[in-house]
């Protein structure tokens, strides 16, 4: 890490606190993400050349929107290049006047969102929470947003920052089959719940008889004033507080977290 004053403004990736522009703080080339210098120096207070990260921090394997981000980085370097290859000398000023591609953008919409959601559960994790991110699917090039381990359960969460209210929808029932379906922003978004679904039985092979729970959080979404979470075929639809709520309110049970969570960070590395 590099203490620097940031030309971009940011969000403190521990935190979640706000970072203007010009103010210093500590910059992680390889993940290009910030912290604030108080959790930049917390950091470098804790660690120390015989000691691993993981030891010190065991709740904060992986890195929340890492994938994501690098992704994003790797589609905007793409973007300009081909941008440079079209304009010749004319390239660099080409790339300052473009906008980014909307499908390169939603990698850095989505990142922000992991790591925003990261930050909230990052706050409320304890030895009965422990909270991983970003966690890679064996054999395959999905990835699992976050993943939280309590004394009652595993919790698999995919981030979604979109704008619209999340409603489920619920057709058929006494003479035709009963189908629910998720809509944001009135938009059919089912497939979501599909994807969550695969991703808790892609967890529920390694979690013995653990119960395992799937989780959308909508964050920046339009939620009501009253009510708004749901469940649709067992996954739970909700917003980032809701689901730190829920979370810490997972502590009586008679799972060993700290071995639990140890196993599927080894699992999904």
């Known amino acids: 890490m590099k203490q620097m004053k940031l030309r971009y403004s940011g969000v403190?990736?521990?935190?979640?606190?706000?970072?203007?522009?010009?103010?210093?703080?500590?910059?992680?080339?390889?993940?290009?993400?910030?912290?604030?210098?108080?959790?930049?120096?917390?950091?470098?207070?804790?660690?120390?050349?015989?000691?691993?990260?993981?030891?010190?921090?065991p709740n904060a394997a992986g890195i929340a929107g890492g994938s994501a981000r690098r992704e994003y980085e790797r589609r905007k370097s793409k973007d300009q290049e081909r941008l440079r290859e079209k304009w010749g000398h004319?390239?660099?000023?080409?790339?300052?006047?473009?906008?980014?591609?909307?499908?390169?953008?939603?990698?850095?919409?989505?990142?922000?969102?992991?790591?925003?959601?990261?930050?909230?559960?990052?706050?409320?994790?304890?030895?009965?929470?422990?909270?991983l991110h970003d966690l890679r699917i064996p054999g395959t090039k999905a990835n699992i947003d976050h993943i939280a381990v309590t004394p009652c359960g595993v919790?698999?969460?995919?981030?979604?920052?979109?704008?619209?209210?999340?409603?489920?929808?619920?057709?058929?029932?006494?003479?035709?089959?009963?189908?629910?379906?998720?809509?944001?922003?009135?938009?059919?978004s089912t497939n979501m719940v599909e994807g969550v679904l695969r991703q808790v039985d892609a967890v529920r092979e390694h979690a013995g008889d653990v119960p395992v729970n799937g989780v959308l959080c909508f964050i920046q979404a339009d939620w009501p004033l009253i009510g708004g979470a749901f469940t649709t075929r067992g996954v739970h639809v909700l917003w980032p507080k809701r689901l730190a709520k829920a979370l810490v309110a997972e502590?009586?049970?008679?799972?060993?977290?700290?071995?639990?969570?140890?196993?599927?960070?080894?699992?999904?590395?």
């Not at 990736?13 to 910030?34: F, H, K, L, N, W």
């Not at 604030?36 to 050349?49: D, F, I, K, N």
């Not at 995919?158 to 009135?186: N, Q, S």
């Not at 502590?251 to 590395?269: K, P, Q």
């Open 12 to 57: 403190c990736r521990q935190c979640g606190t706000s970072i203007a522009a010009g103010m210093e703080a500590s910059y992680e080339r390889e993940t290009r993400t910030v912290r604030c210098l108080v959790c930049a120096t917390e950091l470098g207070q804790a660690l120390s050349p015989e000691v691993t990260r993981d030891e010190v921090l």
């Open 90 to 131: 004319l390239g660099t000023l080409a790339v300052a006047l473009s906008d980014e591609r909307p499908s390169t953008k939603s990698w850095a919409q989505g990142a922000s969102g992991e790591e925003r959601l990261g930050a909230r559960l990052d706050a409320v994790s304890s030895g009965a929470l422990v909270v």
């Open 251 to 269: 502590a009586a049970g008679d799972i060993d977290v700290t071995r639990l969570s140890r196993a599927i960070a080894m699992r999904f590395n």
């Open 155 to 188: 919790w698999v969460i995919d981030a979604k920052r979109y704008k619209g209210r999340p409603e489920l929808k619920i057709e058929g029932g006494l003479f035709r089959p009963r189908t629910e379906k998720l809509l944001v922003g009135g938009r059919d």
